[in-house]
């Protein structure tokens, strides 16, 4: 009969503790692989949505004048007299590193213009390019093609016009195309023209106000893109606009390491339960430990008995803990997800990494339970009989 048979049956004879065993160590590790889980989704989804957020790199020309407005610039009720970007010196941003990580370019051209006694704000954009920077609108309506306008739900509101209303503008009558559904954000508005529109409506011509860019996700090494573009732009200022998760990224790192905390302080009991329990079993086991170095079995061979009992229980503890863990983040994300779809992949390597941590687990705490077994003494042991 070898080791790992006479290890088989002491767990098979003793079920009770061996439950006791692998319930400590399936929650300790089912507790760590959930939080894990949960906290790398809620991360990973919250840059996917931030890959699909819009322009997330503005460009604005250097001026200490400016107030916040839209995308940097103010612009209501004030005389529009700023300084530009020329609209040519763009192309340097298709030579930059990371340039094919750019996925759009959106120059923009801003103006104040008086409709009767009502002053609007107009943007001239690349309309080609609006489904990536603008991915939230919803035009009721069609886009705007040249000479046509695209109105904001409040400036139609305002201005009391609808599609297919002419929106006079320096003269010049422009038939509106269609009406942004209500964003809740400055787009709701403005009053958006093409590009070249607006460079002849306000005598802009090869010149932009801003230049709004579409580059920052989850590979994207950000911080490196706006050094190069503020080197290749020199003349402008560049900034990313992260603060869309930054507050919620920066609660996820704290609670993450929280989450340590408490999946650590949970692995100690568990720890604690398998020493405990382990030396329960050894003090029960006292007169066959006697036996077996009675009958030839060695120090070293007594541990590994105990060592196997508690690897077998580590084992199943750690495959059973990485699927309950993953059933927990499951639940708590199908909880918060409001209907969504929720897909949660299989980690190899969070499933070793539980394998791993469990077997780790088990070992260390069987250690001096082991080593208090292999020093009984044989005759002592035998007289327990």
């Known amino acids: 009969m070898n080791l790992s048979v006479i290890s088989t049956r002491n767990l098979l004879r003793r079920k ?43 460009i604005t020309p250097q001026t200490e004048s400016l107030a916040l ?21 763009l192309a340097r941003l298709e030579h930059i590193p990371y340039a094919g990580n750019i996925a759009a370019v959106g120059p923009v051209v801003l ?75 400055q787009d709701d508005a403005l009053a958006f023209v093409h590009l070249e529109d607006a460079q002849a409506l306000f005598n802009k011509q090869g010149l932009v106000s801003m230049v709004e860019i579409a580059a920052l996700c989850k590979d994207c090494p950000i911080v490196e893109m706006v050094g190069y573009i503020k080197e290749a732009l020199p003349d402008a200022n560049v900034m990313a606009i992260a603060q869309v998760v930054k507050t919620r990224m920066e609660m996820l790192g704290h609670f993450k390491r929280f989450a340590y905390w408490i999946s650590a302080v949970i692995l100690f009991i568990g720890g604690l339960v398998v020493l405990v329990t382990m030396m329960g079993s050894v003090r029960e086991r006292t007169s066959e430990i006697g ?9 070293r061979h007594i541990m590994k008995i105990v060592f196997l009992e508690s690897g077998m229980l580590s084992l199943l503890a750690g495959l059973a803990g990485y699927g309950l863990g993953l059933a927990f983040a499951f639940a708590a994300l199908v909880a918060e997800a409001d209907g969504q779809s929720v897909q949660i992949p299989f980690s190899g390597e969070m499933a070793a990494g539980a394998v791993f941590l469990a077997i780790a687990l088990g070992l260390a705490a069987s250690i001096y339970p082991a080593f ?9 042991a035998l007289r327990a009989l």
């Open 372 to 380: 208090l077994a292999a020093r009984m003494d044989p005759n002592d």
């Open 111 to 185: 103006g104040v213009a008086s409709v009767e006694d009502t002053r609007i704000l107009m943007a001239g954009i690349d309309f080609s390019v609006s489904h990536i920077l603008k991915p939230w609108w919803q035009v009721q309506g069609n886009m705007p093609a040249v000479g046509e306008v695209l109105l904001g739900a409040d400036a139609a509101r305002v201005l009391n016009l609808n599609t297919g209303d002419m929106l006079p503008v320096k003269g010049v009558l422009m038939p509106v195309s269609g009406v942004i559904a209500n964003t809740g954000s």
């Open 69 to 89: 407005g839209y995308g940097g610039l103010a612009l209501g009720g004030v005389s529009f007299e700023l300084e530009e970007i020329r609209q040519s010196d």
């Open 291 to 299: 036996i077996f170095r009675a009958v030839g079995f060695r120090r």
């Open 16 to 58: 009770g503790k061996a439950t006791f065993i692998l319930a400590g160590l399936v929650i300790g590790v089912a507790t760590t692989v959930g939080i894990l889980t949960y906290v790398n989704a809620v991360s990973s989804d919250i840059l996917h949505k931030l890959e699909q957020y819009g322009a997330n790199i503005l």
